[in-house]
């Protein structure tokens, strides 16, 4: 493997920084453009976020998205989509686009709740699609016909190099929350071998994508909420020529201990690279994030509230507002006054409510498009507050008062 | 009952007419605007076209919707719509719109089965929605709560004063497929007794919705599969002061007999207001309609078909192609390259195949949107061959040969 990957087309220059905290504002260079960080990646986990077009997304002022390689490495696989013209073309995305590696997937379904564990939230429920983990990949069902797969690291870059994203991400093992130390250390370092097979794969491809575009590689942060493992990866990751780093791993039990964890890893990962915090994307977490360093975040919460009828709602207890509650039922106004989304200029709250109770669909893709537009608000005004060091003052408009936010 | 209603703010004027048929364009002038005949009504049932948008309505060029009382009576109510503007703010939608009586779906929905009976396919499922029908009105239960309503003629239009859309209906009792002749007949008249009602309470409500626009009135033209009931159905409508008919009730066993019913009617209905057709929306009916003289038709099928994954295409048989097979995996091809709707400019074929199968909701709204283009289309080019006494060839460019025509 070498010393250095030039990985052309892309780049990453921090323009300002927040003299109060890590907080940097930045811009992330791709063959499919530039966005300025902080930024939010919207889930396009099937090659599609759920109920909106990209002409949609591109009118909330969405900049980037991702879509997640276990998904499509299944269906459609990625020899379809490389043949479609890959990711960008299949799905009509022509922004910078993120894949995942697939493990995270592989071992949330292999160990049935790894996506509530990691997030702190304990459950007893197995299922059996991961089959073995061993040294050389991992071995699992397919959810869709039982098919026996298997995904090794090399596997991993070569599936993503046929999807042709712009940002692709080392296979790492997903250590849940409820596994111990010494399993968490044997893992990571796993994973840090597979970090290195990673790049070597994607050295030997020339770094670039089935059509020809080249990509750059995210390595991983592994260490669960083991101080002297998140540093021992964080170090690691910096040793290695990746482009960017990302947090993942157990973020610990609760919000409180996500930011002690992410505070773990920030001090040693390189400074000059973009920082992605793995499957994180609530507003209080957002900005508690951008101040440890973070500068891209990624969650299905913003789409995936909105299918239930919660609109995002900057300064309200819980972040958000049920529009299923009969209080909206004759409410003319719009979701929210201030917001210049699509729905909100079209539309009442007490017709979305309408729609919300007689199941229609018009209401999943109203409240998406708002909740997308409301994280792209944030982001840039965030990308602001840190310009003109006015990030408190933008938290305290943003988040509602610790005691009065709900679990 | 005054012999004239003056309906300001509407027109009917017939443009051209084709020597060789009925068929006719004419200009259909609404206080929410102006459409020209034949035209597509596209359904909007519970106030929203499933899954679209009326900006994108508007962009795959459509000119007029409906809604359905039935369901916005129960939910949300007629008054929580006036008390949010009307239907017309309410959705979001600015053009034309027409509501029904609510009378097909109380008796569809009473009879279990009488949409399938309608259109002559029959059925022995029952249900026990409708409770009593009566010369004062429908006593059915509510499909959400159980709970016990009736409608009168006075109600429905009261109701439809209430949403406010431009095109209203006279309530009707909607007689199944398989009722007798004397059923049928009885029915009918009581049906025009319910159509006298409903335009002498039309005239004490000044002819206004609750938002103070004038609204126009159509009469319904019933009689079955019975030439001389369906003459003097015809006959009773075109001697009161309707804004225009409708032809509805059973249309017969199949499409050849839908044919010779509508063509009972048509030499006996007002030879000057426009005609629409009730439910009925497949493209070979249509060309069959328009020849009899029919100016608009309405039908969920568009939509429907869509939700199941079957794309409109012109000159194939069945009209459609079934999306979800296997063949269309690695297709780059659009839906049509030869359609210029939103779904057929940006996405392939295997795109679609891919959204269906992962069961993605963008794959409903995309190929809804195809098939809202497609309506249009055709739409379009059925005014332009009437114009140009090309219906004939039209025809052929859009239906396939009957022999592979399939059920």
Redesign the interface.
């Known amino acids: 493997m070498p010393q250095t990957i030039p990985y052309p087309g892309f780049g990453f220059d921090i323009l300002h920084r927040d003299p109060a905290s890590r907080a940097r504002v930045g811009r992330l260079t791709t063959p499919h453009g530039t966005i300025e960080t902080p930024n939010f990646i919207f889930c396009g986990t099937?090659?599609?976020v759920?109920?909106?077009?990209?002409?949609q997304l591109r009118e909330e002022r969405t900049d980037i998205i991702l879509s997640n390689t276990y998904?499509l490495m299944i269906?459609?696989g990625a020899e379809?989509v490389a043949?479609?013209?890959g990711l960008h073309r299949?799905?009509?995305w022509d922004g910078p686009m993120l894949t995942d590696s697939g493990g995270y997937q592989i071992f949330a379904m292999g160990h049935g709740s790894v996506a509530d564990e990691i997030k702190g939230r304990r459950s007893q429920v197995r299922e059996k699609t991961l089959l073995r983990i061993s040294e050389e990949g991992a071995e699992f069902r397919s959810y869709t016909n039982g098919e026996k797969l298997f995904l090794t690291p090399e596997r991993s870059v070569d599936i993503q190099r046929k999807l042709g994203a712009d940002l692709v991400v080392q296979l790492d093992e997903c250590t849940p929350y409820h596994v111990d130390r010494d399993y968490t250390a044997r893992s990571m370092r796993m994973s840090h071998r597979w970090g290195d097979r990673s790049l070597a794969e994607f050295v030997r491809g020339g770094g670039l994508s089935a059509n020809g575009l080249p990509q750059a590689m995210y390595g991983i942060v592994q260490g669960g909420v083991y101080p002297d493992l998140r540093r021992e990866s964080a170090e690691y990751t910096a040793d290695r020529p990746f482009f960017a780093t990302a947090v993942g791993g157990s973020l610990g039990a609760h919000k409180d201990q996500m930011v002690e964890v992410v505070a773990m890893a920030m001090p040693h990962v390189h400074p000059d690279r973009p920082v992605h915090l793995l499957g994180i994307g609530g507003i209080v977490d957002i900005f508690a994030g951008v101040a440890l360093g973070i500068d891209t975040f990624d969650c299905v919460s913003p789409t995936r509230i909105a299918r239930h009828g919660w609109a995002l709602m900057p300064g309200v207890p819980g972040e958000r507002l049920n529009l299923r509650n009969a209080r909206f039922?004759?409410d003319?106004d719009p979701i929210d006054p201030a917001c210049d989304c699509?729905a909100c200029r079209?539309?009442?709250r007490?017709?979305i409510?309408?729609?919300l109770?007689?199941g229609?669909?018009?209401a999943?893709?109203?409240v998406s498009l708002h909740n997308i537009a409301v994280m792209n608000r944030l982001m840039r005004e965030v990308r602001e507050a840190i310009r003109t060091g006015t990030l408190d003052a933008a938290r305290r408009r943003w988040v509602a008062p610790a005691a009065t936010v709900k679990a």
Do not use: I
Not at 50 to 55: D, R
């Open positions: 099937k090659a599609s759920k109920g909106v077009t990209p002409a998904h269906q459609p379809t043949r479609l013209g299949f799905m009509g039922r004759e003319a699509h079209r539309f009442s007490g017709y409510h309408h729609l109770k007689a229609e669909m018009l999943l893709q109203l």
